[in-house]
T-cell receptor, first 114, second 114 residues
Framework: AQSVTQLGSHVSVSEGALVLLRCNYS??????LFWYVQYPNQGLQLLLK??????LVKGINGFEAEFKKSETSFHLTKPSAHMRDAAEYFC????????????FGTGTRLTVIP | KAGVTQTPRYLIKTRGQQVTLSCSPI?????VSWYQQTPGQGLQFLFE???????NKGNFPGRFSGRQFSNSRSEMNVSTLELGDSALYLC?????????????FGSGTRLTVV
């Protein structure tokens, strides 16, 4: 079965500190992986996606993620947190073949402490 | 370029009623997917439409249905509303069907069933 697991439903970091949000996936076929961000009362905004090109993916707002097949991981990082990064972050997986609906993780709420 | 437009933004309905939600995709996008977001179940896939045909369906009861028009606009309908249908309903549009195209989400319709 295809799924994603996000470790840590809440993460707090100080402003200027490294942001690391964890995502592990399970997929029996080659995956496509996504990170989305959701601000209060808003929809989902795509941060970045992995579609089997470069394993290190750079996204918007200074975020990046690295696809590690051996670890089945796609962790999201940002070198220096800003107050505006406070939001909920979702990792999602879908497949390179067959049905292409997204399977989402349960989300990680990021708090940035001034 | 206009994004994905969902109307209405908020709805309050009574148990047993039916409701119709609308989604206008990005111009040129032909695939529309619907997701339900609740605190308990997270983000779950409802269905995908492409070229007016339902391509994929999630694990929801038959009370949930949808359709897509020739201009790619989509509607979803929920009949015989239950309290548990209270959720944020998100629409996502994509250039075509296929995960590598990526998905752009609207701001959602928040449905409250009382």
């Amino acid at each position: 079965a295809q799924s994603v697991t996000q470790l840590g439903s809440h993460v707090s970091v100080s402003e200027g500190a490294l942001v690391l949000l964890r995502c592990n996936y399970s997929s029996s076929v080659p995956p496509y992986l996504f990170w989305y961000v959701q601000y209060p009362n808003q929809g989902l905004q795509l941060l970045l996606k992995y579609t089997s090109a470069a394993t290190l993916v750079k996204g918007i707002n200074g975020f990046e993620a690295e696809f590690k097949k051996s670890e089945t991981s796609f962790h999201l990082t940002k070198p220096s947190a800003h107050m505006r990064d406070a939001a909920e972050y979702f990792c999602a997986v879908t497949f390179q073949t067959g049905a292409n609906n997204l399977f989402f993780g349960t989300g990680t709420r990021l708090t940035v402490i001034p | 370029k206009a994004g994905v437009t969902q109307t209405p933004r908020y709805l309050i309905k009574t148990r047993g009623q039916q409701v119709t939600l609308s989604c206008s995709p990005i111009s040129g996008h032909r695939s529309v997917s619907w997701y339900q977001q609740t605190p308990g179940q997270g983000l779950q896939f409802l269905f995908e439409y492409f070229s007016e045909t339902q391509r994929n369906k999630g694990n929801f009861p038959g009370r949930f249905s949808g359709r897509q028009f020739s201009n790619s606009r989509s509607e979803m309908n929920v009949s015989t509303l239950e309290l548990g249908d209270s959720a944020l309903y998100l629409c996502a549009s994509s250039l075509s069907t296929g995960a590598n195209y990526g998905y752009t989400f609207g701001s959602g319709t928040r449905l409250t069933v009382v």
